[in-house]
């Protein structure tokens, strides 16, 4: 999908206040030489911008106004390395909740609807995307905020709340504390917006069965804006994304080439009107794919098809590369698991080892299920694991995101 002259002008005007700003990606452009663009091909000639450089520029060194004009900072969620922080105007923060006001909308949300929010605030971009999104709908949020099962379950029961924001670990756990405690009769939720982690079909089929909800899975990163720029409608073949706001492209991770719509690549995003922190060509690592034609839910907005995976997912086991994704795939064809799994990666004996932990219940043979999902992952993988099936329940939930892979080799 070709960016556009309207995308081009808007492109080159957040250059230009790049180049103006003396800001961080501003002095990158320069230096490259590329200040302004009027073609595809020339746009396609752009440096992409990274992490890396996001928190190179730390603190401030991606504000692209006067510090006047910023009424908020947001920062990345990551755990390591320097924090990457982003800086927004009152219209940045206005545009977000436009988009996430859409997102709503694209899943039969109204403002008759109580929303809540079970996603973390403060620095972290989530629980206050919701939220701005919501009142921009007119809708009565309920801001839980993560944890606290207990509290959540009390107001979900007290306030009726038909919509739950959250991340598919958390939206898991509280379906199966909602079975456990016999109280779905006095639960009234009608959808979940799900977003922040890659979940499988098996894990979607089970949280939107036990709940007796409508799923729509969410995009968004904290340094395009947050979750809302995208989000998957009715027809669930796909998630619409907002290109009045973001211009989006698929690229060969590897040599940095667009790709043709419709193959699996990286997505990269340039953010239009951003004033705050505008980037451009920014390398999310999330893979995905541009879908071609018109979605029969009938919206005009482009659609990328649901997050596959990360290019930096990728995990090197006796020379094999192999992705969480394939593994989860393959667990998808046993009906006898529950939808969670963790893979644990170690070093012993001087060779690598893959342990992966499933769920079951006591009326299967655990011995004779191991077996036949370690001959699954040596047939369409190449190794043999180790799979040791367990009680459903034993594997840890999360109020937030679930750890899946768990790489011990170089702690």
């Known amino acids: 999908m070709k960016i556009n002259e309207t995308q081009l002008e808007q492109v080159n005007d957040r250059i230009q206040a790049l180049v103006r700003s003396n800001s961080f990606y501003g002095k990158k452009l320069e230096a490259a030489g590329m200040t302004e663009v009027h073609t595809p091909e020339e746009f ?126 958390y939206a898991l756990l509280l379906a199966e504390e909602i079975g456990k405690r016999g109280i779905k009769d006095k639960i009234r939720l009608k959808k979940g917006v799900i977003g922040s982690e890659r979940w499988s079909q098996k894990m979607r089929d089970r949280i939107s069965g036990e709940l007796g909800i409508e799923l729509y899975d969410i995009y968004g990163l904290t340094e395009i804006y947050g979750p809302g720029i995208g989000i998957s409608c009715k027809e669930n073949c796909g998630m619409h994304y907002w290109d009045d706001y973001i211009y989006l492209e698929i690229i060969d991770p590897v040599t940095g080439e667009n790709l043709p ?26 893979l995905s794919r541009i879908i071609p034609g018109t979605c029969a839910c009938g919206s005009k907005f482009p659609r990328i098809d649901i997050i596959m995976g990360r290019t930096d997912d990728m995990m090197k086991i006796k020379g094999v590369n192999v992705f969480p994704s394939q593994i989860e795939e393959i667990l998808g064809t046993f009906e006898e698991i529950s939808s969670e799994y963790q893979i644990r990666i170690s070093h012993l004996d001087g060779k690598d080892t893959m342990r992966i932990y499933v769920e079951s219940t006591g009326d299967v043979d655990f011995a004779d299920l191991s077996r036949r999902i370690a001959e699954q992952v040596k047939s369409r993988i190449g190794f043999t694991p180790i799979v040791k099936v367990v009680e459903v329940g034993v594997l840890p939930r999360s109020t937030k995101k679930t750890a899946r892979v768990i790489d011990e080799r170089f702690n």
């Not at 239009?272 to 390398?283: D, F, H, M, S």
């Open 261 to 286: 719509d419709g193959e699996i690549g990286e997505i990269v995003i340039t953010t239009l009107v951003k004033e705050g922190a505008p980037l451009i060509r920014y390398r999310t690592h999330d």
């Open 44 to 169: 396609a000639k752009l440096p992409f911008s990274e992490k890396k450089d996001l928190r190179d520029a730390y603190p401030l060194g991606l504000m692209a106004v006067p510090e006047e004009e910023i009424v908020r900072i947001h920062s990345s969620s990551g755990t390591t390395g320097t924090p990457v922080i982003i800086p927004y105007t009152a219209k940045d923060v206005d545009d977000w909740a436009i988009q996430f006001k859409r997102c709503y909308e694209t899943a039969g949300i109204t403002n008759k609807d109580r929303i809540q929010v079970t996603p973390g605030y403060g620095l972290w971009t989530a629980g206050i995307g919701f939220q701005n999104g919501a009142e921009k709908l007119g809708a009565m949020v309920i801001p839980m905020g993560p944890g606290n099962t207990e509290k959540q379950l009390q107001m979900m029961m007290d306030m009726e709340s038909t919509v739950l924001c959250s991340t598919s670990s």
